[in-house]
Nanobody
């Protein structure tokens, strides 16, 4: 099982980023997928989840209305579109696969002017 995140970086407050997570080693379309994040000195927290077929999503209250999780099962990839970014969104973002529990290596998102 392999999950590889990409798309992180440095962005100004109010800006946008799109994270991607490419998955392999399991039947991707059967797996719910989630994005988590971990800020320095804090516990890892759930950001968003999506069902295997993509028809069901849920979000942490802190990102609702700003972030959108989506997936392309033909490409074995899950995305996190992040808009209206705030400094408190700064964290390492991790992809998580539910069917074969596993984590990616994470991608750093820094929101700063």
């Amino acid at each position: 099982v392999q999950l590889m995140e990409s798309g992180g970086g440095l962005v100004q407050p109010g800006g946008s980023l799109r994270l991607s997570c490419a998955a392999s080693g399991f039947t991707f379309s059967r797996s719910a997928m989630s994005w988590y994040r971990q800020a320095p000195g804090q516990e890892r927290e759930l950001v968003a989840s999506i069902s295997g077929g993509g028809g069901s999503t849920n979000y942490a209250n802190s990102v609702k209305g700003r972030f959108t999780i989506s997936r392309d099962n033909a490409k074995n990839t899950v995305y996190l579109q992040m808009n209206s970014l705030k400094p408190e969104d700064t964290a390492i973002y991790y992809c998580y696969g539910h069917l074969r529990p596993s984590w990616g290596q994470g991608t750093q998102v820094t929101v700063s002017s």
